[in-house]
């Protein structure tokens, strides 16, 4: 059971991006999957959750309209997206999954290892 | 949106001693849903509290929570070396479901 995240990126200024978390070995059907920003020597960013299943995303309002998060549940993956890159984008992004049934299950009880995204000229 | 406030900033304990945690919402959390999170240097978060008392698999019984309202606390009865570690509380209750800044628990 893990979620297996995509590799470090290094990116200029205005260019695009999309990374991706994989579920495996639990069933996706079960769990939302949400991001998280953790910028340098900082703490957590609550960035936005999607249900695979219907594609259902949930954004908070300091991401909204900045990064796209999608999925593809015919191989169980969640995608963080940026259509163009500032270098404050910078930072470790983990994914994480918690559970479908509503605000009790909303706490993310597995974590990705993270992606580490470097926006530089 | 909720802004949850941890302190103390940075907490400078012994090994085998008691740390107190604390989490202070900006506003009164209608649920107990609040998460603890440990994060180790190069590591991802690991949930070690949900529900404000209920621990996750795996965590130890020296980890405790408690809390209702606006405060919530984390206990660590007797520190091992491997708490070392910073901690972040989450509420969960209302969208977005936001993170405290973040307690460091170092070694004195």
């Known amino acids: 059971v893990q979620l297996v995240q995509s590799g470090p990126e290094v990116k200029k200024p205005g260019e695009s991006l999309r990374i991706s978390c994989e579920a495996s070995?639990?069933?996706?059907?079960?769990?939302?999957i949400g991001w998280v920003r953790q910028m340098p020597g900082k703490g957590l960013e609550w960035m936005g959750v999607?249900?695979?299943?219907?594609?259902?995303?949930r954004y908070s309002p300091s991401f909204q309209g900045q990064v796209t998060i999608s999925g593809d549940k015919s191989i169980s993956t969640a995608y963080l997206q940026w259509d163009s890159l500032k270098a404050s984008d910078t930072a470790m992004y983990y994914c994480?999954?918690?559970?479908?049934?509503?605000?009790?299950?909303?706490?993310?009880?597995?974590w990705g290892r993270g992606t580490l995204v470097t926006v530089s000229s | 949106e909720v802004v949850l406030t941890q302190s103390p900033g940075t907490l400078s304990l012994s090994p085998g001693e008691r740390a107190t945690l604390s989490c202070r919402a900006s506003l009164s959390l209608t649920s107990d849903y609040v998460a603890w999170y440990q994060q180790k240097p190069g590591q991802s978060p690991r949930l070690v509290i949900y529900?404000?008392?209920t621990r996750a698999a795996g965590i130890p019984d020296r980890f405790s929570g408690r809390g209702s309202g606006t405060d919530f606390t984390l206990t660590i009865s007797s520190l091992e070396p491997e708490d070392f570690a910073v901690y972040y509380c989450q509420q969960y209750v209302f969208s977005p479901r936001t993170f405290g800044q973040g307690t460091k628990v170092e070694i004195k």
């Open positions: 070995g639990f069933s996706f059907a079960n769990y939302w």
């Open positions: 529900g404000a008392s």
């Open positions: 994480a999954r918690h559970r479908i049934g509503g605000n009790p299950f909303w706490y993310f009880d597995l």
């Open positions: 999607i249900y695979l299943g219907d594609s259902d995303a």
